[in-house]
């Protein structure tokens, strides 16, 4: 992800799908016996928009927020208790029932993507779960109990206000649907609009096997191209062969420079970037003519201080000339216009099962399934240790007196 990612990526950008009663879910009637009751606060339709009458709201939630700027997670952020924020009249108050982790967690608890913020502020960029409250002009278009995924600021809460303008409605709140938010949207947006792809052409998908990386895989795939993709290990490349990736390389096994050049001397048309450092060099070597790397992100260097590995820049401009090739970044908030198109086919995709949402809950991570807010941290460290297979989710437990 590019620096200014998380500007606009959390702070100013939630995205679009259209508002609507499209899909219904009237399932809400939850009570947490327990929990005391939230105050009342705006009576004129509180009362009637918030499922005060279930008692279901708390008064007071976790969250977690950024304290300090560090790449070091753990350093940089804390669980806090807060009170359960009120919607404003175009909002809707969600209660999250999945939450996504992403690479540039690290880089917006460092402060890299705006310089000006400085901390406490909220963490945690997108989530899915369902609406428990609603502001009037909200209520034309939405209802409590729908299930709604959205990106935005403050997602690591049990609770999250979300512009009703800025959620996309979607079929259940399953951790499959919130996969499709940053990571599958990245991946259809970057290539449809900087691939070019034609049927044919070798695509090389770096992190092949993780959250954006796995979508990266198929939509190649889908445009009839052959792809290639990178991994950490046999069971990724096992997982990378049933997405109909044809040559996973395990690179801790094969040497990725050696097998690229010994089976692809003609170079490789489209590369999907996301790790960086040498493997961006690498990568850029094997380029074929007019061939078109996207740089996704670079994650080798994000836990480090400067965020970034070197790689060989002093070159680069020889190596693209000489094969008229082209190095172009991407960055997702600068595509907003593509969104509502991008999540609607893979909606569509999902419906039809034609699409793979691996999602990694943890179940095989050191300390067992990501459940609550507190395994946020865990979570981090799990992709960080490189161990995660597809989109790394972390589930919020609703409290147990919760029936829902
Ligand atoms: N530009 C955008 O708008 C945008 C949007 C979303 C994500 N991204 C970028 O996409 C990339 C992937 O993000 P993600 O959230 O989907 O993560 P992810 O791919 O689910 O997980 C990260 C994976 O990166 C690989 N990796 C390679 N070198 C690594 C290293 N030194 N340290 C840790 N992991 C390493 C690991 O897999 P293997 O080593 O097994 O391959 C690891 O599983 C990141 O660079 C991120 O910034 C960019």
Do not use: W
């Amino acid at each position: 992800m590019s620096t200014s990612f998380l500007a606009s990526y959390s702070r100013k950008v939630f995205l679009t799908l259209g508002g609507g009663r499209g899909v219904r879910k009237a399932v809400f009637g939850s009570h947490f016996v327990a929990v005391p009751r939230r105050s009342i606060i705006d009576l004129s339709y509180s009362t009637h928009f918030m499922d005060f009458k279930g008692s279901s709201i708390p008064s007071s939630m976790k969250k977690l927020v950024v304290t300090k700027l560090s790449q070091n997670f753990r350093d940089a952020v804390s669980l806090q208790i807060a009170p359960v924020p009120t919607p404003g009249d175009g909002d809707l108050l969600i209660r999250n029932r999945f939450v996504g982790i992403n690479a540039s967690d690290i880089n917006y608890s460092a402060g890299r993507y705006d310089p000006s913020v400085k901390p406490p502020f909220d963490a945690g960029f997108e989530g899915i779960g369902e609406i428990v409250g609603l502001g009037l002009s909200a209520s034309a278009n939405f209802t409590v109990g729908e299930t709604v995924a959205y990106f935005g600021e403050g997602a690591f809460a049990e609770y999250t206000v979300v512009p009703a303008k800025k959620v996309v409605p979607v079929p259940s709140a399953k951790p499959q649907f919130l996969t499709l938010l940053v990571s599958g949207a990245t991946a259809y947006i970057a290539l449809k609009r900087l691939g070019d792809l034609t049927k044919g052409e070798t695509v090389l998908v770096t992190a092949a096997a993780g959250g954006t990386g796995q979508f990266a895989v198929q939509f190649a795939k889908m445009a009839g191209c052959h792809v290639v993709g990178t991994c950490s290990s046999d069971e990724k490349a096992g997982f990378l062969k049933t997405l109909g990736c044809n040559r996973p390389i395990n690179y801790k096994a094969e040497d990725l420079a050696r097998v690229l050049r010994k089976e692809y001397p003609d170079g490789v048309h489209v590369v999907y970037e996301s790790v960086g450092g040498g493997i961006f060099d690498t990568a850029v070597n094997c380029l074929a003519k007019k061939g078109r790397l996207i740089v996704i992100g670079f994650i080798s260097g994000y836990q480090t201080a400067s965020g970034l590995q070197p790689v060989r820049a002093g070159t680069l401009p020889a190596k693209l000339l000489q094969k008229s090739a082209s190095v172009r970044g991407f960055f997702l908030p600068h595509y907003l216009p593509d969104y509502r198109d991008a999540m609607g086919s893979m909606l569509q995709m999902c419906a039809r099962g034609e699409l793979t949402c691996e999602v990694d809950l943890g179940e095989m991570a050191d300390g067992g399934k990501f459940a609550g807010l507190e395994s946020v941290f865990r979570a981090v460290d799990h992709m960080y240790s490189g161990k995660n297979l597809g989109k790394v989710v972390v589930e919020l437990v609703p409290p147990v007196d919760s029936k829902l």
